[in-house]
């Protein structure tokens, strides 16, 4: 980390001794102040529940300027990435730090296709669940079963066991997503095809069956391609910190990357593409665009819990950029399936047009995300809604698995450990049941 010339002072109105703090500079993006010693030379912590103004580590991975609305892989732009590069490209970028040229490439994507089966075994864990079990549920199941498989990649302090769990966790969720979904439909399950695409593979394992081949359209095959491009990686976002501070402990990798999917699964962060789609579902029954304007007083009234799903966005104060690809590519993909005028996509287009010019949203800058759009897509592509959110985290795996790799290789990381503000009771005697 390069420090700043400048060093903020901490001052207190009690008199207390006044304290310097380094600064940091980033390459872009805001400075930061580093408070590691403030506790033992102060006594005192910082208070900053949901990390509002907190950086919790330094990376190099992903940038992103909500104000702008841009959005860095490894300084690379999201929108020359989604047209020029296909998911495995981005994989070898967000884990080794470059995009691969012809040669890399060709190794890469032979060492991910060597690792897209599952053991056999892992279709009886199946067994255990219910049919109508959600998939994230047998997600968070699954990922975490890996470690009980793979013995000789669960040491996180060795850089040969982290490579090939990393290989192995991109290679085979495609794999277990598809298996979480042909389980609940009673479909057996299909093998992978090694010969395809990452993408195109993922099609067939989600829509062959072993009586007809599954034939590709190469516009839906894209479309996926690129919902697992811009989902790839988001930066510290809740799923992230999550594999972070699980990593942290030690743990293995197959462990940490289950606590992203159980985090993820909420619907403040990947299950908003989900919950996007069944509200516009609702809006459609209430009566469509018709009923948009009373939808949207529902959402500012402070006493509703409403929100409108699929707006709003922790950093990005603008334009989300995703949301701009993924808009595009949904017009691709209803096009190419004729599908423009679904209704859904109407209304989402509508409800769109209606929150970008109310004052709640504009005063507020709440802008629509990359889940405003993919539901729409994913579910043209004939992907249950119950799925989106298992999509999105085989897309998000190699974000996790570079950031915990990252942080495991920091010589300055240590075990998470947030402190706190206790409120609570002073110290004080248990008294015999009787008496209390
Ligand atoms: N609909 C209506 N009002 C909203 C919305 C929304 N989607 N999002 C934020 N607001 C309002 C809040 O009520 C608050 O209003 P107030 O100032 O009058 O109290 C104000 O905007 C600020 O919102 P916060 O909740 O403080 O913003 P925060 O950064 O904590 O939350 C979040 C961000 C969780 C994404 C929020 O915008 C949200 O819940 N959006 C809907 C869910 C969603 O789409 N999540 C996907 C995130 S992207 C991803 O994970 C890929």
Redesign the pocket.
């Known amino acids: 980390m390069t420090p700043s010339d400048v060093k903020a002072t901490l001052s207190f109105s009690d008199g207390s001794p006044s304290m310097d703090l380094p600064i940091y500079k980033g390459s872009i993006g805001p400075d930061v102040i580093d408070i590691r010693k403030l506790y033992g030379q102060t006594g005192k912590f910082t208070y900053d529940p ?1 990390f509002l103004s907190t950086a919790s580590c330094n990376s190099t991975i992903t940038y992103i300027d909500g104000d702008k609305g841009e959005l860095l892989y490894r300084g690379y732009p999201i929108e020359q990435l989604a047209q020029n590069c296909d998911f495995l490209e981005t994989c070898h970028l967000l884990l080794y730090g470059d995009l691969p040229d012809e040669a890399q490439k060709k190794d890469f994507t032979a060492r991910v296709s060597n690792h897209t089966m599952v053991n056999e075994q892992m279709q009886f864990f199946l067994r255990g669940f219910r049919r109508d079990a959600h998939p994230m549920a047998i997600m968070t199941g699954l990922v975490g079963a890996l470690s009980a498989f793979y013995h000789d990649s669960t040491d996180i302090n060795n850089p040969v066991h982290r490579e090939i769990a990393a290989i192995r966790l991109i290679a085979k969720m495609p794999t277990l997503v598809s298996m979480a979904y042909k389980y609940t439909q009673g479909q057996p399950y299909m093998y992978p095809r090694n010969k395809l695409s990452y993408a195109a593979n993922f099609m067939h394992l989600m829509f062959a069956n072993p009586c007809e081949e599954y034939e590709q359209n190469d516009v839906l095959v894209r479309a996926m391609d690129r919902i697992f491009i811009l ?1 790839a990686d ?1 930066e510290q ?2 799923s992230t910190s999550t594999v972070r501070l699980c990593g942290s402990s030690g743990t293995n990798p197959f462990a940490a990357i289950a606590a992203g999917v159980a985090c ?1 699964w909420g ?7 989900e ?2 789609l069944n509200m516009l579902g609702d809006i459609q029954k209430m009566g469509g665009v018709e009923k948009i304007g009373e939808f949207i007083k529902q ?2 009234d ?1 006493n509703s819990t ?10 990005y104060k603008n334009y ?1 950029p ?1 949301a701009k690809l993924m808009r595009e590519t949904c017009h691709e993909v209803l096009g190419a399936l004729g599908l423009q005028n679904d209704p859904l996509f109407k209304l989402a287009m509508a409800l769109e047009k209606i929150a970008l010019e109310d004052d ?2 504009v005063s ?1 800058k ?1 802008y629509p ?4 759009y993919s539901g729409i897509v994913q579910r043209a592509i004939g992907i249950p809604v119950p799925l989106f959110t298992a999509i ?1 985290a085989l897309a998000r795996t190699v974000g996790w698995i570079a950031q915990l790799n990252e942080m495991i290789g920091d010589p300055e990381y240590k075990i998470g450990r947030p402190r706190q503000l206790y409120v609570g009771s002073v110290a004080r005697d248990v008294k015999p049941i009787t008496q209390r």
């Open positions: 949901g989902h988001h976002n809740a993820l619907p403040a962060h990947g299950g908003a593409n919950a996007a959402v500012k402070k409403v929100k409108l799903m699929g707006f709003g966005h922790r950093v989300d995703r709640y949203f507020r709440l995300n990359v889940d405003f999105f």
